[in-house]
């Protein structure tokens, strides 16, 4: 089955974008975490690298569901017109 969607794809490069900026910033606090590890930095900066690394995944959730909920609007109009 094929299903043909209207979907502005402005809305959609957004949405990727939002989600993919958690991803970029969960990265760098790893990367953080890493260094932090490799040189016997105090751990509450790990800690607070990982504090960020959950949001961060929460934040990606949330840009994921939105994109889901976009998507599934688009069908749910197309199959109504």
Known sequence: MVVRMNIDANQIDKL???TRSPLNRISMQA???KLVLENDMPK?????SIDKIINECQACS???QNISEHIRTAIEKTSTD
């Open 16 to 18: 990727i974008h939002d």
């Open 62 to 64: 949330s840009g994921l």
């Open 44 to 48: 509450e900066k790990a800690i607070t």
């Open 31 to 33: 990367e953080l975490i």
